[in-house]
């Protein structure tokens, strides 16, 4: 066989890389990222064991998988990385999740839905707000705690109570609006639908239009944070 020479070419000099940790569960996040991000940002995604019954001992036990999965990732000089998931970063800390990610890639900013959310409704200038969660009644209440005590207040809130991750992603567009619709009839100031397996792609910007006021959700607050981060780098 005969040996050809080649030439290289850097095929991505103006775009940023951001590494993703996507739940083994997850169906919607990678898609809907996609959908909001721009094409000069480049997504590399690797998956983090988890359970399919989403509880807090379930959420919490994926603290010790971070490293590992986080050294999956191709080594690249990153602008941003993720960890896509709301309730579990919620229960086992934000800055324990960087501090993970960070023991594989230091130095990297490490954002997660609950702290893009958090950021989100703050550059708003959103207070009051309507939560909508898939989860049990523990894990929404710890996704409410968490907002109150970092300042804000939930005007009103209401859940599926559905335990079953593979289960979230399947909940009709049909019943998203109208739990949504239910929230921004309340005295909020925006409504946010928490879980990145929650699928609101399709309609949100129906639902900003018809409720009167933001609409934001686990994807597309992580959307608009990574695209925050990668600017600042």
């Known amino acids: 066989m005969k040996q050809v ?20 569960t997850d169906e919607v996040m ?8 721009p094409s000069t940002t480049r997504l590399y995604h690797t998956r983090i064991p988890n359970d399919e019954i989403v ?13 590992d999965v986080t050294r999956m990732l191709p080594k690249l000089d990153y602008s941003a990385l993720v960890y896509g998931c709301t309730s579990g970063a919620t ?17 990297v900013p490490v954002t997660t839905p609950i702290t893009a959310v958090k950021a989100r409704l703050r550059d708003l200038g959103a207070k009051k707000i309507g939560l909508l969660t898939p989860y049990e009644p523990h894990v929404s209440q710890t996704i409410q705690d968490h907002l109150i005590s970092e300042g804000f ?8 109570f559905e335990k079953r991750d593979k289960m979230v992603c399947q909940i ?5 609006k109208d739990a949504v619709m239910e929230l921004a009839a309340t005295d909020c100031d925006a409504v946010f639908g928490s879980c990145t397996n929650l699928r609101i792609a399709g309609i949100i910007d129906e639902l900003n239009e018809t409720a009167g006021k933001p609409v934001l959700t686990s994807n597309s ?4 944070h990574i695209d925050y981060l990668v600017n600042q780098s």
């Open 91 to 107: 229960f086992i800390g934000e800055q324990r999740v960087a501090d993970a990610m960070h023991t594989v890639l230091p130095g």
């Open 221 to 224: 607050a992580l959307a608009w």
């Open 30 to 37: 990678e898609d809907e990222l996609r959908q909001w991000l």
């Open 153 to 160: 207040e939930i005007a009103s809130a209401c859940a599926f």
């Open 172 to 176: 009709s567009e049909a019943s998203i």
């Open 55 to 67: 509880n807090e001992e379930t959420l919490s036990a994926m603290h010790a998988h971070l490293p």
């Open 5 to 24: 020479q080649y030439q290289t070419q850097d095929y991505f000099a103006d775009s940023h890389a951001v590494g993703v940790i996507v739940l083994q």
